[in-house]
């Protein structure tokens, strides 16, 4: 096991009706000027903008707002909340969003804070972040693990990259989960959510490290929860339990808990993000269309890794004939799961062909010559995922 | 799944040499006039307690010793503490030691900021503490989770009572947890800490709760890897990794994030104490003798719970006759990992009789009531379990 520290100190307020607690839990954090920062329409049709706007004004707090992020979240919106914050001396930012919103507003909450542009924290993240403003959270998409993560992710439209940075600084405050929430979902983001949990947990359970059997088999209890409680709540949008399993799943995914010990891979999510950066497509979708593809391409790496999930999680039990072939039944297992959840597993079925592959993969390694541990990702690597994803 | 709320602050600094960092996690958190506070003579044997207070020296922090802590820490002691730490002006209590000498220290933090008598609060608990100085740890015995817990367990010899209280206020701060520091105890030692560790697990497993799927596969993968790597850990006690896993796990068990979405039993725990308040046994042992008690006693609430980690966790499959076989053969794997642990099963191997029965049954209930949630234990159950036990 890897020498490792863990903090992690969201207040994770969870359950039905918790929203009613945003503004004294932006008060427990000193927060007195607000930017109630969102994305688009559907928290004005569910009445949670309505719920919130008023719990805040009822209490007296100053607000500003800013909406308007969309999923890959840009810079541009960034700068100008950045502008917003320090015009209305912004002490406290509440995201009411999904992991874009979270992760815009903890640009905007870092940009504050750093002298020059927010954005060379992004291009080159060993440049540490020094400080930012606090955050709260109140979750409408569990996903992206935003919520009680270190971590930002934005995009740049000007050259097109998608980039993360964070630090200790940027942990939210509190994040307010209430399932219910999330019944207005459309199913395709329900997919889309539940591919990015999983893939969270691929990325922290495919590591080199020394064995280190305790977060393997946190790590295997939650991708099995995921996608147990995927498919019903594919089936039943509105079961509660199984929207809640999903969602605090989300959290213990991405919260640092499950790489104590080790160094995870993310290889596929910084080759993910060269195409949802080109393409625009989602997130959770370049997810399961990658996933398989990195598997196929790296599992000789550490063949027994692969074995074990395939045995604990997917119930691919020995004996089989060789270890080859149990990592194949593995993976068509997990490409199955992604179809019975409506998510593409291959880029032509999202239109995308090889045009762009050898730029993409130029691009994914600038300023990092490499992605990826389980095995180091070269561009001659990183096309030929591509490929095997086509 | 119930509503919850989840705030673990603690910062895990884990892994080799990280009691170097002890001087610098102190200043972190503001101190400058430290409490430290520990056991008995073996961290002086192990050399920790030399390592430790050079570095408390050099880092030019004021230091005030308090040891002595006994397993089944005293109120006497802690008495001793809060007026040491008033004389001297301290502001930081650092805990050199396992679970007794950080619920010593968090009696003591509690106690330099209540008005009146801080026992009245372990009488009872429904009192809420108001605050506590700041705590810090360098953990040697990895059992109790304390490192990171809200509780705080402490002995009145005065009437036997040994009782609970805490909150919020004092979660420790830092836990520094290096398992090589735990080579040197004692392998009784060892048991006694796994056998606590699985209890904090069963304690919160079996609950009436509403399903909570993710909370019960966590916990399910936190007692197999205690039970295989406690094993181990008997066969060689050097084994970085294994005593790693359980050190690990210690902390996991009991730092709130596996009763997430529930309400525990604590029923256990509670009739132990008034085991160890009088024959002063140790508390692992105690748990490993009456777990299979109560287990036997309780399970027919909800069979089908004890059906789950029969199959799950203790690889007794179906089919069997009846659910009452699966249940006793389960029964039956916990007591003979229990006995290959080295540990009692029954109150006869440590030389328990029934004198004491009626009396600790109702004991344990005073200010109460009843004990347990899984099932709502009163003293003639409490009484039979004993007897079970026997």
Redo the contacts between chains.
Sequence with gaps: ????????????????N?ENKTAKEIKRYGGSRVLLHYGGNSIKKSGLYDKITQLLSEAGLFVVELGGVVPNPRLDLVYKGIELCKENNIDFILAVGGGSVIDSAKGIAMGCKVEGDIWDYYMDNSKVVPAALPIGVVLTIPAAGSESSTGSVITNELGGFKRYTGGEIVIPRFAIMN?EITYTMPKAQIAYGCSDIIAHLFERYFTLS?????TD??I???I??VM??GLQAMKNPTD??CR??IM??GT?AHNN?LN??RIGDWGTHDIEHELSGIYDIAHGAGLAILFPAWMRYVNNENIDKFIQIANRVFGVDFPRENKELIVDAMIEKLESWYKTMGLPTRLSEVNIDNTHFKEMAEKCVVNRGSVGNFKKLYPADIEAIYTLAL
């Design positions: 096991m890897d020498n490792f520290q863990f903090y992690n100190p969201t207040r994770i307020i969870f359950g039905k918790t399932p020394p064995n280190n059997d305790l088999r946190l295997e209890s939650t099995t929860t147990n409680n509660y339990n809640a399993e605090w799943a213990i808990l104590t010990g």
